[in-house]
């Protein structure tokens, strides 16, 4: 049948396996999953909708109003005469009115647009911050994920060798050249990894579970790190990644922005006191039927005017007074958290800089570590097969060649987290330093 070779062709690329998930495949996934994000993108929007509001207090305000009413008039004088009759009236009454006002001189309005303006000003930070936390949490969680894969790997292979030692142990016991004591230390060596591998499959599943609730993507097959040369970051200087994030920090000029708010918020009281000149302009009609009418059909009266319009507040009970001296310690208080601001963004520089120095010294270090390892562990069985090592020799060589391994590993992801952080102190932390980062990622079989 045609089918048959379809349902294979669709069968085989179903058993084709997926693509691991990198860095920043999972950045688009948790753009698309996590509420933070979609709450700063909302926020962004009502954010920019505070310059629409601004520049509305300086543009005209034109104001349409209409009435209609039935009136009934009753005259009952005392001593009627022919000019005082008595008498009753009754009549519909329209009118309308446009109306027009431009603020010529309103500092107030001018303080408050500005004002406006730096809060629009404000939501961009604020989501471009957010934003970075979230690559942040969202790299903290994927490189956790691969550590504890990695300690799983690691306690499954170390399981795998302390059972061959067991074996062995066992076998020289039995043909009289090893100790009671060597089986005993192999065995306790056995079973600790084998507890140890059961706690390393639980912090995965828990690890697991939180790159799912920041990706959406459930038991995703991870992209781990290749085996590159850590660079120090460039330039190598902390002075200038100093100057860098003392410029370019989003937690900087979050503050910043706030208190230039919180001044204008000062400005804005002060002015209040300040006169207010608008142009006004207006024209309307009225119209009178029946009895109310003169002639007894419709009597029309209409008004147009323009002209300036000056207001000055002279007393208004202590409030304006009050709130000035409000917006004075407000200010003062956001001045004193920018200053906060700065000093924690300089030691998260710092702390980020030497991270990454440290980071790069630190995985050369355990690389070399790590071939001494490995010579040491091989030398080691050796010697126990000539007569020269002991058991506990074989085991302490062992389980330090994968203390070692697991050390390396995580000494790179901790090399690449504080790269991100050092480019998120600076405020340059975006989709481009993922791709980077995204380098030292590759393919993996593991789904641990």
Do not use: C
């Amino acid at each position: 049948m045609k089918l048959k070779p379809l349902f294979l062709a669709f069968a085989t690329l179903l058993a084709l396996p997926a693509s691991a998930l990198d860095l920043v495949g999972a950045w688009q996934a948790a753009k698309q999953h996590d509420p933070s994000y979609s709450a700063a993108r909302q926020a962004l929007l009502a954010g920019k909708e505070k310059a629409v509001q601004g520049r509305a207090l300086l543009l005209p305000q034109v104001e349409l109003a209409a009435g209609a009413s039935h009136v009934r008039q009753e005259n009952d004088p005392g001593v009627p005469t022919l000019t005082n009759p008595r008498a009753n009236t009754s009549g519909d009454t329209y009118r309308y009115a446009l109306s027009l006002t431009q603020p010529l001189f309103r500092m107030d309005a001018f303080v408050a647009a500005d004002q406006l303006g730096k809060q629009s000003d404000l939501s961009e930070v604020q989501f471009r911050l957010t934003e970075q936390q979230l690559m942040l949490k969202l790299s903290l969680a994927y490189f956790e994920v691969l550590a504890a894969q990695e300690k799983v790997t690691l306690a499954v292979a170390q399981l795998e060798a302390f059972s061959q030692q067991l074996a062995q142990a066992q076998k020289s016991f039995e043909v009289g050249v090893a100790t009671i004591t060597d089986v005993n230390e192999a065995k306790a060596r056995y079973d600790a990894t084998t507890a140890a591998e059961i706690v390393a499959r639980n912090e995965l599943a828990v690890k697991q579970n939180a790159l799912r609730l920041i990706t959406g993507e459930a038991n995703a097959r991870l992209a781990t790190i290749a085996d590159r040369e850590p660079l120090p970051p460039q330039p190598n200087v902390l002075d200038e990644w100093l100057s860098r994030s003392g410029k370019g920090s989003l937690e900087l000029q979050a503050q910043q922005l706030n208190l230039a708010i919180a001044g204008r918020e000062i400005d804005r009281y002060r002015t209040e006191y300040s006169p207010t000149l608008d142009l006004v302009a207006s024209y309307g009609n009225n119209y009178q039927r029946e009895d109310l009418s003169r002639n007894g059909g419709t009597d029309r009266s209409g008004q147009a005017l323009v002209g300036v319009q000056l207001s000055i507040p002279l007393f208004t009970g202590g409030r304006m007074s009050s709130q000035y001296r409000e917006s004075v310690a407000n200010r003062d208080q956001q001045a004193d958290r920018l200053e906060a601001t700065r000093r924690d963004v300089e030691q998260a520089t710092t702390q980020s800089f030497l991270g990454v120095t440290a980071g790069a010294a630190q995985i050369r270090a355990l690389q070399q570590s790590l071939v001494s390892s490995q010579s040491l562990l091989e030398s080691t069985k050796l010697g126990y097969e000539v007569g020269v090592s002991t058991m506990v020799d074989v085991l302490n060589a062992n389980q330090r060649y994968y203390e070692t391994r697991y050390q390396l590993v995580v000494a790179k992801y901790t090399y690449l987290y504080a790269g991100l952080q050092l480019a998120a102190a600076t405020g340059a932390l975006d989709e481009s330093v993922l791709q980077k980062v995204n380098g030292w990622l590759i393919e993996s079989a593991n789904t641990q």
